[in-house]
C-alpha cells in the first residue's frame, strides 16, 4: 500500500486536512505501507515558502512523519510540484502525440466570455471544443511561430465514467458533463487534475484517501489514468468536517487551524485521537485510544459517509484527560509561553533552574481542570495576584458576628503560626493548618475560607495544598530572572492580619 497526502501550501493546515493526513498515515503505519508527503505547490499567485514550512511543522507537532518527501527525499521524487514541472510537459506531449490531447488557442478572455454566456443561459460551464478540430500540423506550426497555446485533453467519446469509492460506493457521471479539460495552461504550468495523476502514476500511489470535494475531479482523473495507459488507484473520498452550525469549520468558528489549536494550548495527542473520532470509530464506545492501537483498528471502509461536526465541548474533555496524564516536565514547558502571553513571565527566563521549579509547581494547579494552556493564567492567577488586605477585611465583616469574629481569629492565628515557619510545603500547610485548628478550634469550612481569603482574597479557587507550594515556589524565585515579584504565604497572611488588627 502506497498512500499520499498532497497538501497546497497555500494558507494553514486546516484540520480538516490534518483529518486527512492522519488517516492515511494510519493506514499506511497500520497495513505496513508508504506514507508519501507531496507539496502541490502550482499555484503561483497564493503558494509561499512559509506555507509549506507551517505545514511540515504542524504534522511533525501532530506526530506524523513520512516515508518520502520534500525534506527527506525518495525513490519517486522530487515530491514538489514546481520541481517536476518537465516531467508534466513531457506527458502531456505524449497525449498530443497520440491525439489524446490537442493544442488549444483560445485566450482566457475568450473562455471568461463563453462562461458568462453559459452561466446567463443557464448551461452548465462546458469548453465548447473551438480548438478540437484543428488540423495538428496547422495547430504545431502556430505554436512554433510563438503563439501561446495550452493543451487540452480530448475526452472520449463514450457513455458514462464510474469509479468505486470505498466511502460512498459506485459513484457513475455522465461523459457529457465532462468537457475537453485543461493539462498544461499556456504558462506550462500543470492544471491540477493533470498534475495530480501524473504525480500518483509516478509515485505508484495505489489508494487516494482525500476530501469529498474532491469528487466531481475524479472522473476526469479517471480519464487521465486510461489515457496514461494504467489503472486508477483505489479512492476514498471523506466527508467535510462541519462546525457545530452544520456548515464548513472556518474561522468564523473559533479555532480552525491545526495552528490554531497549537496555540490555544491543546496537545497534540489530544488533537489526533479527536480527529481520528471525527467520522471512524474504533469500536466498543472507546475514545481514549493510543496512537499505535489506532493505526492497528483503522479501516478507511468504515469511515461514515455522514459529515463530522466538530464538537468543541467534546476536544476540550480530552484535553484534559490528556493533560492530566502528561509529564509535569512536559507542562511546565508547555506553560512557558501561555505565562509569557499573559505578562507573568519574560520570555526565555523558563530556562532557569528556579523558574522551572516555578512552573513545575504550578504543573498540578492546572492539569485536569483547564481546557486548554491557554486558560492556564486565568487559573494561576491566585499565584500571581496577592490578596488586597482591605478588601480581605471588609469581606469578613460582612459575615454575621460570630463567623466574622471566627475567621478574624483564624488569620490572626495562621499569620502568627507562619512567621516561625520557612516556606511552605504541601505537607508543611497541612501542618500549620492542624496548628490553627487547635489553636482556634475552627475547622472544614471556618478554618480553611479565612486562610483562602489570607492567600487569595477570593471564596473559591484552587486546593489550597496545590496553591500554597506554587506561591511559595514563585516567591524564592530571585528577581532577576524574569517572574514579577510574588509574594509569598507568610507575607500575605501578615499583611492581612496587621489589617485586621489595624496595625
Not at 35 to 61: K, M, N, P, Q, Y
Not at 75 to 92: K, S
Request: with cysteine.
Amino acid at each position: 500500500m502506497r498512500v499520499r497526502f498532497a497538501p497546497s501550501p497555500t494558507g494553514h493546515l486546516h484540520v480538516g486536512n490534518a483529518r486527512t493526513a492522519l488517516f492515511n498515515w494510519l493506514l499506511a503505519r497500520g497495513q505496513g505501507g508508504t506514507f508519501v508527503l507531496r507539496l502541490e505547490d502550482t499555484d503561483e499567485a497564493r503558494s509561499t515558502v512559509a506555507s509549506a514550512d507551517g505545514i511540515l511543522e504542524d504534522l511533525r507537532w501532530l506526530g506524523l512523519d513520512w516515508d518520502e518527501g520534500p525534506d527527506t527525499g525518495g525513490a519517486f521524487g522530487p515530491y514538489r510540484q514546481t520541481e517536476r514541472l518537465t516531467v508534466y510537459r513531457t506527458q502531456a506531449e505524449r497525449l498530443r502525440a497520440s491525439g489524446q490531447a490537442y493544442y488549444c488557442f483560445c485566450t482566457p478572455a475568450d473562455l471568461d466570455a463563453a462562461r458568462e454566456a453559459a452561466l446567463r443561459e443557464s448551461r452548465t460551464p462546458q469548453y465548447a471544443g473551438t480548438c478540437r478540430g484543428l488540423d495538428p500540423a496547422t495547430a504545431q506550426a502556430r505554436v512554433d511561430a510563438g503563439e501561446a497555446a495550452a493543451i487540452r485533453f480530448r475526452v472520449p467519446d463514450e457513455a458514462a465514467v464510474t469509479f468505486t469509492d470505498l466511502v460512498r460506493g459506485p459513484i457513475t457521471t455522465d461523459i457529457a458533463m465532462i468537457g475537453d479539460f485543461v493539462l498544461l495552461r499556456q504558462s506550462g504550468l500543470p492544471a491540477y487534475n493533470f498534475a495530480v495523476v501524473v504525480d500518483d502514476v509516478a509515485m505508484a500511489i495505489s489508494l487516494v484517501v482525500r476530501g469529498e470535494d474532491h469528487v466531481p475531479n475524479t472522473p476526469r482523473q479517471c480519464l487521465l489514468y486510461r489515457a496514461l495507459g494504467v489503472d486508477p488507484p483505489q479512492f476514498a473520498h471523506l466527508s467535510l468536517v462541519l462546525g457545530p452550525d452544520h456548515a464548513p469549520l472556518s474561522k468564523r468558528h473559533g479555532a480552525s487551524s491545526v495552528g490554531d489549536f497549537r496555540a490555544r494550548g491543546i496537545l497534540p495527542e489530544a488533537l489526533r485521537n479527536y480527529l481520528a473520532l471525527l467520522g471512524w470509530s474504533p469500536g466498543h464506545d472507546e475514545e481514549i485510544v493510543p496512537l499505535d492501537e489506532l493505526a492497528r483498528r483503522f479501516r478507511v471502509e468504515d469511515v461514515t459517509r455522514s459529515a463530522g461536526v466538530f464538537d468543541p465541548d467534546k476536544l476540550a474533555w480530552m484535553n484534559r484527560h490528556y493533560l492530566k496524564e502528561a509529564d509535569p516536565g512536559r507542562l511546565a514547558g508547555l506553560l512557558e509561553p501561555h505565562l509569557v502571553a499573559a505578562g507573568h513571565l519574560a520570555a526565555g527566563s523558563g530556562a532557569a533552574p528556579a523558574v522551572q521549579t516555578f512552573l513545575r509547581t504550578c504543573v498540578p494547579l492546572i492539569a485536569g481542570t483547564v481546557d486548554q494552556l491557554a486558560d492556564a493564567p486565568e487559573r494561576l492567577r491566585p499565584v500571581f495576584e496577592a490578596p488586597r488586605p482591605a478588601a480581605v477585611v471588609e469581606h469578613l465583616a460582612s459575615e454575621a458576628a460570630e463567623a466574622a469574629e471566627a475567621g478574624r481569629a483564624v488569620v490572626i492565628a495562621f499569620a502568627q503560626e507562619l512567621s516561625a515557619r520557612p516556606r511552605l510545603t504541601r505537607e508543611s500547610f497541612r501542618e500549620a493548618a492542624q496548628q490553627v485548628r487547635q489553636r482556634t478550634g475552627q475547622k472544614g469550612r471556618a478554618l480553611f475560607h479565612p486562610i483562602r481569603l489570607a492567600l487569595t482574597g477570593a471564596d473559591s479557587g484552587p486546593e489550597l495544598d496545590l496553591l500554597v507550594p506554587a506561591i511559595e515556589a514563585g516567591a524564592d524565585v530571585p528577581r532577576d530572572l524574569g517572574l514579577p515579584p510574588i509574594v509569598g504565604c507568610r507575607e500575605r497572611a501578615a499583611i492581612c492580619a496587621a489589617a485586621i488588627l489595624g496595625v
